[in-house]
Structure formats: structure tokens, C-alpha cells
């Protein structure tokens, strides 16, 4: 029922931006849903919610994750990172993220 009830989600939402921007459906290479359900499932967080990880006294500011990955060239966003919680930090963590990966390119081509 689930995953029968997800998908007729999915469906109605991809028909409704097809009925806005008409050739969007043809346009899209892959698509992936969440719910809480997949938030806790994959991401461990507590009855599903999707502001990352808690923010706890520990889990705050420095306690975070930041935006470097331990594999070199790869960045974190998203709003488990230090940018904060929620769509703001989500946002935030983005914005860092895309100005890191293109001082790197500026670098690389000057």
C-alpha cells in the first residue's frame, strides 16, 4: 500500500508540472521520491524528518559535518552540514558548496 501510494504521489505531482511546463515529463532522466519513511530508513533520522540530524548542543556549528568529504574534490550540502538545519541551511550549504567547486575550477583555468 506504501509504495502503491507513493508512486500515484509521484504521478499526480509529474502531471501537474507536465500540465505547467509542458515536455518537462520527457525531459527527466531519473526520478527518486522521499518520504519521512525514506528519511528514516536511509538517513537514520528520527520519525523521518528532513532537517538532518539533530540540533543538539553537540551536533551544532563546529559538531556538524562540514562541506569537505574525506575523498578529495567531493563536497557536502545539505541540511545536516554546518550551514544549519532545514531548507535555509540546505540552501546555505548549496551556495557554499557551488562557490567552493568553482573557486576550484577559477584555479585551475587561470
Same mark, same amino acid.
Given at each position: 500500500?506504501? @509504495? ?32 519521512? +519513511?525514506?528519511?528514516?530508513?536511509? #538517513? ?9 540530524? #539533530? ?19 567531493? @563536497?557536502?550540502?545539505? &541540511?545536516?552540514?554546518?550551514?544549519? @538545519? ?11 558548496? #557551488? @562557490?567552493? &567547486?568553482?573557486?576550484? +575550477? ?5
Amino acid at each position: 500500500d506504501y @509504495h502503491a501510494r507513493k508512486d500515484a504521489f509521484e504521478t499526480a505531482l509529474l502531471g501537474y508540472l507536465e500540465r505547467r511546463f509542458p515536455g518537462l515529463g520527457e525531459r527527466i532522466v531519473f526520478k527518486e521520491s522521499a518520504t519521512p +519513511v525514506t528519511h528514516q530508513r536511509f #538517513a537514520g533520522s528520527t520519525d523521518g524528518v528532513s532537517y538532518g540530524i #539533530a540540533l543538539t548542543p553537540s551536533q551544532f556549528g563546529r559538531g556538524r559535518p562540514g562541506y569537505d568529504a574525506i575523498v578529495p574534490g567531493l @563536497h557536502l550540502c545539505g &541540511a545536516s552540514t554546518r550551514a544549519n @538545519h532545514g531548507i535555509v541551511g540546505a540552501m546555505s550549504s548549496g551556495r557554499a558548496v #557551488a @562557490h567552493a &567547486a568553482l573557486s576550484a +575550477v577559477a584555479k585551475v583555468t587561470a
